[in-house]
């Protein structure tokens, strides 16, 4: 008779088990959407260039901060700059039940399959701080050839003025065959292009990364040491020329704009040593970016730009953005 009751308590227990374990949901496999029964979380899937950036983590890390505040996911993959990977990325993440999809394009063109696969599987686009060629509800960034434009006319001034402009300058160029690479060179380039006494020097593609910068420098430096100002497609890599030139003594003969308000060289222009940088705030462009995204799945429709805005930083303005506590100036 108590073995009879063990055993009818036993079973009651293990059903009582099964129950609760039919009543929670299991978890979902990183980056995928659980299904519990319950309101379905939208999951925003985000293809990054490349993490090899404190640019692109800022951004992708405020962006997965504001995912979260307004009750959504992030799931993000790094394309490493190389546009095969990017596209099989994207097709992953389409595998992964992704709701919308932020997508910053290593090549505005190389990105169609990735843009074609995502509108045939019913998934809205956002392009996000650098435009792609495709059916895309909008892009979120800011202009670049105008950012370009506004450090080719700070280096102006920095060289004697609009008409007596002289001097030779090294621009270190970002990603090959990239539209922000191609825009922050024009821009800056048609200030300077009016000037007969100004010559330009381009470096290899550095990458946006300080460490290539730093080497393609090296050997530029050498072979130009009459170089007057170095112009850099973002603060990391004119870090990059900083650290350089700083190796040879030459830190005070030689101007250095950058691109990006990197809170380190907004800091070094408390030297003298660092003249400017055009302010392209990650964080704030992440945030805009996940705003709209969500926007777009609750049917609001946007222009085909969404301006995140900028403005010039030199040491005249630079008390106002500093902020030891922030990687990036923040927008004012």
Avoid at 156 to 185: P, Y
Avoid at 228 to 241: I, P, R, T
């Amino acid at each position: 008779m108590f073995n009879k009751k063990l055993i009818i308590l036993l079973m009651v227990t293990l059903l009582a088990m099964t129950l609760v374990a039919g009543c929670s949901g299991d978890k979902a496999p990183e980056g995928d959407v659980a299904d519990n029964g319950a309101e379905e979380q939208l999951v925003i899937g985000f293809s990054q260039v490349t993490l090899d950036s404190p640019f692109y983590v800022a951004l992708m890390e405020a962006a997965e901060a504001k995912a979260d505040e307004m009750g959504a996911k992030l799931v993000y993959v790094d394309a490493q700059n190389d546009i095969a990977k990017q596209n099989k990325d994207v097709q992953d993440l389409i595998t992964r039940g992704i709701d919308i999809l932020l997508l910053n394009a290593v090549n505005p063109s190389g990105v169609a399959p990735a843009i074609k696969a995502a509108e045939e599987a019913g998934i809205p686009v956002i392009a996000v701080d650098r435009p792609a060629q495709g059916e895309v509800a909008t892009f979120v960034g800011r202009d670049n050839k105008a950012m370009g434009k506004l450090a080719g006319e700070l280096a102006v001034d920095l060289l004697g003025g609009v008409g007596a402009a002289e001097g030779k300058v090294i621009e270190i160029q970002g990603a090959a065959g990239g539209q922000v690479m191609m825009d922050r060179r024009d821009g800056f380039h048609e200030p300077l292009e009016q000037e007969a006494g100004v010559e330009i020097v381009q470096s290899p593609y550095a990458d946006y990364v300080r460490a290539n910068a730093v080497t393609a420098f090296q050997d530029l430096l050498q072979a130009n040491p009459d170089v007057n100002l170095v112009y850099a497609h973002n603060d990391d890599m004119a870090l990059g020329a900083y650290q350089v030139l700083e190796q040879n003594d030459m830190l005070g003969d030689v101007k250095i704009i950058g691109v990006d308000g990197l809170m380190e060289a907004i800091q070094k222009m408390e030297t003298g040593n660092y003249h400017g940088t055009v302010l392209n705030d990650p964080g704030y462009l992440g945030e805009v970016a996940v705003e709209t995204a969500l926007g777009v799945l609750d049917g609001e429709e946007y222009p085909e730009f969404v301006d995140a805005g900028t403005s010039l930083i030199t040491p005249d303005n630079a008390a106002d953005y500093i902020n030891p506590d922030l990687v990036f100036a923040s927008k004012q």
